[in-house]
């Protein structure tokens, strides 16, 4: 579980460095740290001079909180996030959830790359999460003593996206919707194992998001999810995945990405 006197420590050290309250959180997945570049009168924290914020160690991110305003909106994005299978433990995977409620957030934004198990999906596409599956319950980010300061002991996840923000952003733009399942990695997925996740009604598959989903509905934060198929998963097409193909396919729909993002600000 989170401490949440360093949640504390942590806030304290960005508050102090900043000169605007954000009420918007962005966490930016691999290859999607580009929006963080466009933010408006940026203070840019290293993680790495954070207390207590863990370090990213993934290509394609870049490991910097950027707070300002993005698209009129007072934003702290996150140009780069955790991943359990950098060795971190699910708790320090979504401590920088509880760090920016703290500091004022209300609605967290999370993107990420991901494997296309749906058929009618192509790389490319940029697909609105309606839910998650977690087949790794051991490592549930809440797991151990509840501090009830931070939220309630047994969190209702019944939806874990926040529907009003979803439908206001469908009625601007039209977008596939699709169920993303979380795997450890850092290894893709075989093809057996994407057959199995296929028949249980997943969409998208990836190795992110939802620890953070489970941690901002612990804290009451409202949560708009984003994926960008950056290829089809194991054994759909018969071709060897590459962590540089995701980063590639990020890159080139850069633009139509920042665009639906624009909009999902816009319509809070």
């Not at 949440?4 to 918007?24: G, M």
């Not at 919707?177 to 249980?200: H, K, M, Q, S």
Request: net charge negative; hydrophobic share 40%; aromatic share 8%.
């Amino acid at each position: 579980m989170v401490d949440r006197k360093k949640v504390l420590e942590a806030a304290r050290y960005i508050e102090e460095r900043i000169s605007v309250k954000p009420r918007v959180g962005l966490i930016l997945g691999s290859g999607l740290g580009f929006l963080a570049d466009q933010v408006e009168d940026p203070t840019v924290i290293e993680y790495s001079e954070i207390p207590h914020f863990p370090v990213s160690t993934v290509p394609g991110h870049e490991g910097k909180l950027v707070i300002g305003k993005l698209f009129g909106k007072e934003i702290a994005a996150m140009k780069g996030r955790f991943h359990t299978y950098e060795g971190y433990d699910p708790s320090e995977v979504v401590f920088p959830v509880y760090v920016m409620r703290e500091l004022g957030v209300e609605r967290l934004l999370i993107t990420n790359s991901s494997g296309g198990i749906n058929r009618s999906f192509q790389p490319g596409d940029v697909v609105l999460i309606k839910d998650v599956i977690s087949i790794l319950a051991f490592r549930n980010p809440l797991r151990g003593p509840n501090d009830d300061e931070l939220g309630p002991r047994f969190p209702d996840m019944s939806q874990p996206f926040d529907r009003e923000w979803m439908e206001r952003l469908k009625e601007k733009m039209e977008l596939k919707e699709g169920v993303y399942i979380w795997t450890l990695g850092p290894n893709y997925e075989t093809p057996a194992e994407i057959r199995a996740f296929d028949r249980i009604g997943a969409d998208m598959v990836g190795m992110s998001t939802v620890p953070e989903v489970i941690a901002a509905n612990h804290v009451g934060i409202k949560v708009l999810g984003l994926s960008c198929i950056t290829n089809m998963a194991a054994g759909i097409l018969d071709e060897p995945l590459k962590h540089e193909d995701v980063i590639r396919v990020a890159n080139m729909v850069k633009d139509r990405f920042a665009k639906i993002v624009k909009v999902a600000l816009e319509v809070i």
